[in-house]
Antibody
């Protein structure tokens, strides 16, 4: 059974940084592109980043381009999201998801809260 | 960035009725449009990808159609478990703002 487990979320001050991880099991990680999606409390999902199965190219939503960086380590079955210059509006549950036409499956997410 | 606009914002229907949800893209997305269902406290669940292909486990009462900029998700004969919020998404890109399907 496919499983995605995110970690690294925390409470951080504005301007701070975090690195999120998503460890994958149950399917051949290296053959799929991966995505990060976030969902703020009470809001709909927001796609934020995509990474090709080889690690390049990468794509970002306008709201995070230049501040967030997606990367992957196929030997570790892990995709990462580096979050820099965090703002209060980045507060959300961050989930990773496999790209196979649609996003499926998803992890349960890790919470990032940006507040002073 | 392509913007997806969903309508209506809310659909109030009774079990057994047909639901028709619309998603319009600001530019063509070809056939690369997916639909998700989300219930409170849960992660979105993929229903349809590439406009009309059902994901594993999606009941046959769910169907997708369209191409280019105009897409439709149809739910034939609503079941009680179908009530929730539905989102469209351009493949690996932006989501629409959602349509809430609620019990009338």
């Amino acid at each position: 059974e496919a499983q995605l487990v995110e970690s690294g979320g925390a409470l951080v001050q504005p301007g701070g940084s975090l690195r999120l991880s998503c460890v994958v099991s149950g399917f051949p990680f290296s053959i799929n592109a991966m995505n990060w999606v976030r969902q703020a409390p009470g809001k709909g999902p927001e796609w934020i980043a995509n990474i090709h199965r080889t690690g390049s190219p990468t794509y970002y939503a306008d709201s995070v381009r230049g501040r967030f960086t997606v990367s992957r380590d196929n030997a570790k079955n892990t995709v990462y999201l580096q979050l820099n210059d965090l703002r209060p509006e980045d507060t959300a549950l961050y989930s990773c998801a496999r790209d196979g036409g649609g996003l499926d499956p998803w992890g349960q997410g890790t919470m990032v809260t940006v507040s002073s | 960035e392509i913007v997806l606009t969903q309508s209506p914002a809310t659909l109030s229907l009774s079990p057994g009725e047909r639901a028709t949800l619309s998603c319009r893209a600001s530019q063509t997305v070809g056939i690369y449009l997916a639909w998700y269902q989300q219930k409170p406290g849960q992660i979105p669940r993929l229903l349809i990808y590439d406009t009309s292909s059902r994901a594993t486990g999606t009941p046959a009462r769910f169907s997708g159609s369209g191409s280019g900029t105009d897409f439709t998700l149809t739910i034939d004969s609503l079941e009680p478990e179908d009530f929730g919020v539905y989102y469209c998404q351009q493949r690996s890109r932006a989501f629409g703002q959602g349509t809430r399907v609620e019990i009338k």
